[in-house]
């Protein structure tokens, strides 16, 4: 019904830059917010960054100042930039977004995830 397919994940050195991409499809009406988690093995998964459908962005510490959020409504995506990369970045970047379906219910949706690693 909904798929969120991230993209852009990838090796990059310390201090490096990249950014991961994450395109909504199916039966959409609206998004609402969307944000990117990540997780390491035996790791819960820790929020990163929200952007409301309004662009305001919230940001977990760790990546304030290094990270930006963005999107564009009118193609259903989020893009994570993501600079001065450290060796703690390295996880598996996921996609999520609050979406209403054409059939008017409201459900949060994640993506499969693309590996982010960024060697020292």
């Known amino acids: 019904q909904v798929q969120l397919v991230e993209s852009g994940g990838g090796l990059v050195q310390a201090g490096g830059s990249l950014t991961v991409s994450c395109v909504a499809s199916g039966r959409i009406f609206s998004i609402r917010d969307m944000a990117w988690y990540r997780q390491t093995p035996g790791q819960q998964r820790e929020w990163v960054a929200r952007?409301?459908?309004?662009?305001?962005?919230t940001y977990v510490d760790s990546v304030k100042g290094r990270f930006t959020i963005s999107r564009d409504n009118a193609k259903n995506t989020v893009d994570l930039q993501m600079n001065n990369l450290k060796p703690e970045d390295t996880a598996r970047y996921y996609c999520?977004?609050?979406?209403?379906?054409?059939?008017?219910?409201?459900?949060?949706?994640w993506g499969q995830g693309t590996q982010v690693t960024v060697s020292s």
């Open positions: 999520n977004a609050d979406i209403t379906t054409t059939d008017w219910r409201i459900n949060d949706y």
């Open positions: 952007i409301s459908r309004d662009h305001s962005t």
